[in-house]
């Protein structure tokens, strides 16, 4: 069983920066590929940025290319998300997921390959 816990989120203006964080306890770090997703009110929940267990690899959604960045430390057993020149569209809850993966380069993008999730963090972009 691996537990997620988010931090990070909360109001910032239109063309502001947040930094998410995501902790991970109750198993070995390793050997888990980290993505995160957000949902709008409304909306359904989207892919947003995975990172692969080795964090060499990684990709994004085409809405937050250039803007964010996903970095993970395994020896924090911590994944982060860099949100820079924010948008009112970004604003959504922020999950954070995991899953073990066969492979250090594995990257996980769809919403049903992840098995863990974290309990959200609210983002509001205002304008």
């Known amino acids: 069983q691996v537990q997620l816990v988010e931090s990070g989120g909360g109001l910032v203006q239109v063309g502001g920066s947040l930094r998410l964080s995501c902790a991970a306890s109750?198993?070995?770090?390793?050997?888990?590929?980290m993505g995160w997703f957000r949902q709008a009110s409304g909306k359904e929940r989207e892919f947003v940025a995975a990172?692969?267990?080795?964090?060499?690899?990684?990709r994004y959604a085409d809405s937050v290319k250039g803007r964010f960045t996903i970095s993970k430390d395994n020896a924090k057993n911590t994944v982060y998300l860099q949100m820079n020149s924010l948008k009112p569209e970004d604003t959504a809850v922020y999950y954070c997921?995991?899953?073990?993966?066969?492979?250090?380069?594995?990257?996980?993008?769809?919403?049903?390959?992840?098995?863990?999730w974290g309990q959200g963090t609210q983002v509001t972009v205002s304008s």
């Open positions: 997921a995991a899953d073990r993966v066969p492979s250090n380069t594995m990257v996980l993008t769809t919403r049903g390959m992840y098995d863990y």
């Open positions: 109750g198993r070995t770090f390793s050997s888990y590929a």
């Open positions: 990172i692969s267990w080795s964090g060499g690899n990684t």
